[in-house]
């Protein structure tokens, strides 16, 4: 997958980043079909809910813009979510489904920083943050097994009532444990959360009412 280098196109980019309040994402095909839904879904953060490495591409401290649809570093650049995330998370709080981030990222403090400071347009939640959207939390270098160990610990959720977005095929390791991974490839969208649903559906048996 590629992976963009140049911060500045990160920042300018409209159709990765959100720049400008979005329209509401349309509720994805999966949550009015009656099928069984998982318990939690879980994000990876870079290249995942935004496209950058928050550790390399990112130099604190930050300070919020345009509201907080994106965040500013030391050096005056942009950063934002992809333009379908609020609207995924917003139709996850929407389903009651529980939403948790599994990051290894060398930067942690930076990563969450930034989830502190991004606002979701039009929020449920009151504080509108976007880490208010997270039930659980594993963000630190190490392995992604480790993070689903100490998620399935910390909410009591079998391994088979999860499902993990990544954009790196490695980390399909956490299969091992029963969660199901589905790979992005640009980002999450309304249709990868559709897509990923319907992967976990097959590889648990949950296709029928």
Request: a neutral charge; glycine letters at 8%.
């Amino acid at each position: 997958m590629p992976r963009r280098s140049g911060i500045s196109s990160l920042a300018t980019d409209p159709t990765t980043t959100t720049t400008t309040l979005p329209e509401k994402t349309p509720w994805p095909s999966t949550f009015t079909d009656g099928l069984p839904l998982p318990k939690i879904v879980v994000f990876d953060l870079d290249y995942t809910l935004w496209p950058f490495w928050v550790d390399t591409h990112v130099s604190g401290p930050l300070k919020a813009t345009e509201g907080g649809l994106k965040v500013k570093d030391r050096y005056g650049e942009g950063y934002g979510f992809y333009s379908d995330v609020a609207g995924v998370l917003e139709a996850l709080k929407a389903k009651s489904i529980l939403i948790g981030a599994a990051s290894r990222t060398s930067a942690p403090d930076l990563g969450r920083e930034m989830l502190k400071l991004l606002k979701i347009p039009n929020a449920s939640v009151s504080s509108g943050r976007a880490i208010d959207y997270f039930d659980h939390m594993q963000v630190y270098p190490g392995s992604k097994t480790t993070h689903f160990t100490r998620i399935h610990r910390d909410s009591g959720i079998e391994y088979d009532e999860m499902l993990f977005f990544d954009d790196e095929s490695r980390n399909k390791n956490v299969e091992v444990l029963g969660v199901t991974m589905w790979l992005v490839k640009d980002g999450v969208s309304r249709d990868e959360l559709d897509n990923g649903i319907k992967s976990w559906r097959q590889r648990t048996g949950r296709t029928k009412a």
